[in-house]
Every structure is written in structure tokens, then in C-alpha cells.
């Protein structure tokens, strides 16, 4: 699908966009791969890493519409990395969030559309469903954007879609490299929010690999969901910092107990398939689609009434061990 495609991933200098491109790069053959970043030193390391020919470092911001015009012309695929994404951090700082996550997927969506992509995929966070945080509500208003972008296409060939996934194993700033810095550290204690805390947790290969699989999948307008593994807070501890002792600090600002992907209030929208989900849009569009049927002829069937895809009802779930055999990799 990607040989001789152009492909932009705004946000590339990230873990995710890393990742990405070192995959694109060993399985595809493209035209071009872009990234789309503000950030001047990460560019810099990562054509470092990764100086074939084909690369392209864009410095610029999704805010600015105007420099993501320059950015997407013959573009082929889009991958909508670039979000603001600390939870504790939108929370004092709400219309920066506002800014970058909102009106910079509009940005996304414009410029798409203007330039005739083909295909766009969003990624979204389980923080995005029933909502408690400004952080969570801008990405839910980010996939309400690009699922309707596909109603405003006309005869346009672009299409929309948005992955939505639980925590990267591993990835800038989350959890795990934070407990394996305090354990580098020698800390006493390790600090856990609340020990009922549970979340889903996805590799970052995983992630990509769902991500490139869903452009393969999508017809326009589906929030794609995988099929992962949740964990609890306290077993990721014991995981990462065994023998060392565990200490109840208290829910941050805007952080929930339990992450869900799939919402109760979407079961009527929701099909099952065998690795992942698919919340249907809420709206009808112009041209009907089965969503029953993915463009890889994969078919999915309706969940039951009141079903909720929840990290502490899953039925799959890491144990430490797992989780320590999966960072090994």
C-alpha cells in the first residue's frame, strides 16, 4: 500500500512517529516520508538515524496552516501524530491543549481535503471516551472532527479515520520509564496513585502495526479499537521495582481510576471483529457504508446491548512477568 506512496506523519519525532518511520522504511519502499514536527534538536537526532534518501524533516507546527499547506502537497497517506498529551500539564495550561489538539486537527482536516490526500488516520488515546479531563476532551473533539471530515469530502477521494489505544509500553513520558528512572535512582518507596488503578497497555511495534493495518482497513468515518491486554498499577510496580515498597500518593488532577475504549453509551455503534473493534460513526453520511464489512473484507458483528470495553472488566490481562518479557524485546 505504502511503495511508492508519499507519507506524512505530523508529530514524527516522537516515540510513535520513531517507530513509524524505521517501519515504513524496513517494509515499504515510498516515495517520500515527512516529518512534520516543531521541534528543530529532535529533527536534527533523527536524520541522524535515519538519513535515507527518501526523508524529509519539515519544521513546523499543526497550528500553522498556512506551513502544514507548504508540507502536504503530493501527499498520499497522512498519520496525525502531534498532540499535546500530559494530562496534569492541559489541565493548568487549557487553551495551549485547545490549541494544538483541536484547531490543529481542523488544520489536519483542511489541508487534507484541499490537497486531495488519500487517506488520514488520527490517533487517539482511551482518555478520548467518557472524557474527565481537558486533555481527554480535546481528543474526543479531534475524532468527532476527523470521523465527520468524511461528510464535507464531496466528490473528493479523502477519507478519515481515527485509532484510538490505551498506554504505550515504554514511550516518552509515561509511566514505565518513570518507575525504571526512580529504581536507576535507588528510591524507597514507589509511588502509585491508587492501588485499583488498572489501564490498557499496547507495545509501541503493536501500535504501528495496528495503525498501518487500519489504512488497509478503513472505508471513512471508523474509530478503530485494538484488542489489548490491561494491567494493574500495583503489578506494573512489582514488575519494574520488586521488593520495593509501594506508597498511595492520590489521583492527580483530571486522572481516572479505570480507562475505557469502547464507551457503554456507543454499544449500539460497536462491532466486534476478531483482533479489534469499530465504533461506527453517529452520523449518516452521504454514501452509505457498511461498516460491517472493512475494505479487507473482514467481517464484524454487533456487541451486546450495555457492553463497555473497559481496562478493569478486560479479559485479557499482563502479568508481571509478561510485561517484563515484552520490555526485553
Sequence with gaps: MFDQSTILITGGTGSFGKKC??????RFT???????SRDELKQYEMAQEFNSPVMRYFIGDVRD????????????????????????????????????????ASNVIDVAIAHEVHKVIALSTDKAASPINLYGATKLVSDKLFVAAN?????????????RYGNVVGSRGSVVPFFQKLVREGAIEIPITDPRMTRFWITLQQGIDFVLKS????????????????MHLTDLAKALAPGIPIKVVGIRPGEKLHEVMCPVDDAHLTLE???????????????????ACNALQEKGVPVPDGFQYSSDTNSDWLNPQELLDILSD
Excluded: W
Design 21 to 26: 518511520v524505521k517501519t515504513l522504511l524496513e
Design 215 to 230: 489504512f488497509e482497513r478503513m472505508q471513512g468515518g471508523e474509530i478503530f479499537v485494538p484488542k489489548i491486554p490491561s
Design 273 to 291: 471483529f476478531t483482533d479489534h473493534y469499530v465504533i461506527q460513526p453517529s452520523i449518516q453520511f452521504v454514501h452509505e457504508i457498511d461498516f
Design 65 to 104: 496552516r498556512d506551513r502544514l499547506d507548504l508540507a502536504m502537497r503530493g501527499v498520499d497517506y497522512v498519520i496525525h501524530a502531534a498532540a499535546l498529551k500530559q494530562v496534569p500539564t492541559a489541565e493548568y495550561n487549557p487553551m495551549e491543549c485547545i490549541k494544538t489538539n483541536i484547531n490543529g
Design 151 to 163: 461528510n464535507i469530502t464531496g466528490s473528493l477521494k479523502t477519507q478519515f479515520a481515527v485509532v
Design 30 to 36: 515510498p516515495k517520500k516520508v515527512i516529518v512534520y
